[in-house]
């Protein structure tokens, strides 16, 4: 890193971060060398989001101004910087599964089944009523493509018929079970 960019970083941390708060010059030093690096580790944590990765290292930075007594000077603070980084990154996935997923209604709303309405039941036993009123080949064609969902192409190999009869057969089938109800 360049002395301008270094000298740019260390304003941004100095009025943004620790502001008020006495902080030893090593230690900032080794924060201002290994923002790069954090932030590398950090949009690698975050699958590359970049807004994620920023939030990550400055949530990492001032974690390690907080416990900056707990750092062992001569030691490596990238590597102690990771294992903050790290921490915070699990902390917040675990939450966002706990609580993210377990409080969304869309998961919820997917897994309920409601039971259909009276008036659904009954319309479904009439038409089953009116289908067995129906020629077997219409009943066949209807319950393949309609109720199995079988391909046309399906149904005529299975039927062993060619395709144009299968469209014409479930045409009137349709036509002949709209006019029973």
Same mark, same amino acid.
């Given at each position: 890193m360049n002395t301008a960019a270094q000298a740019n970083n260390a304003h941004v941390i100095n009025h943004s971060i620790i502001n008020n708060v006495q902080v030893n010059t090593a230690f900032e030093e080794g924060i201002l060398e290994n923002r790069g690096p954090l932030k590398l580790f950090a949009l690698r944590l975050t699958n590359g989001n970049q807004a994620e990765a920023d939030d990550l290292v400055q949530e990492t930075i001032l974690r390690a101004i907080e416990k900056e007594h707990l750092f062992e000077p001569g030691t490596s603070f990238f590597k102690w910087g990771c294992k /903050?980084? @790290?921490n915070l990154f699990a902390t917040e996935y675990r939450r966002k599964v706990? @609580? =993210?997923?377990?409080? =969304?209604? =869309? /998961?919820y709303l997917e897994q309920r089944s409601v039971e259909p309405s009276q008036e659904s039941i009954v319309d479904w036993h009439r038409m089953e009523t009116k289908m067995k009123e129906l020629p077997e080949h219409h009943r066949e064609i209807i319950s393949m493509i309609c109720v199995n969902g079988l391909s046309y192409e399906e149904a005529a190999a299975k039927l062993n018929i060619e395709m144009g009869t299968v469209r014409s057969r479930l045409s009137r089938a349709r036509e002949n079970l709209t006019r029973l109800m």
């Open positions: /903050i980084m @790290f706990r @609580f =993210d997923t377990q409080y =969304d209604p =869309d /998961i």
